[in-house]
């Protein structure tokens, strides 16, 4: 199985996020920047975590966004799930995409794939996002946040 990018891109951005004291905005720019990737993409990211709760957004000259809940209530399984969407990974369509398959009733392949599916989000809802920001001196530096609070890594001072 592979993520997509818009996946991979909500991941960091609440990575990001999780290092900063907590409720402290930080602007789509700015990740993008730091990461060096598409803000126009991460926008589209952004508004799928705002929708689902995850990310809180402000708007206006001060605003930017910021973990809408604890980084412990964020199962990586459940951000996955939004982000790729409930797609399974076998089309059951043939080449031309316009016709199901005539297994798809009863196909043994599809049954294969929809276990490794639930066994693959099995594993990313044993993680959080806590979980991901247990080292946040380490993973601040890597982002060249100059300056480290207890609760993370934060951004003050870029």
Request: charged share 25%; glycine share 12%; with cysteine.
């Amino acid at each position: 199985m592979r993520l997509t990018r818009h996946t991979d891109h909500a991941f960091r951005a609440l990575i990001y996020m999780g290092l900063l004291d907590r409720g402290e905005l930080v602007t789509i720019g700015r990740i993008a920047e730091d990461y060096a990737i598409s803000r126009n993409h991460l926008m589209k990211v952004m508004q799928k975590l705002v929708q689902n709760g995850f990310v809180a957004s402000t708007r206006g000259k001060h605003g930017g966004v910021c973990l809408g809940v604890s980084p412990g209530d964020i199962r990586l399984g459940d951000v996955a799930r939004v982000t790729e969407g409930q797609d399974q990974v076998n089309a059951c369509l043939d080449s031309n995409g316009d016709r199901e398959c005539p297994l798809q009733p009863d196909c043994p392949l599809h049954h294969a794939m929809g276990e490794a599916m639930d066994a693959f989000y099995a594993v990313l809802d044993r993680y959080t996002l806590a979980d991901m920001l247990a080292d946040p001196e380490r993973l601040g530096a890597l982002l060249g946040f100059e300056s480290t609070t207890a609760s993370g890594a934060g951004a003050s001072g870029r």
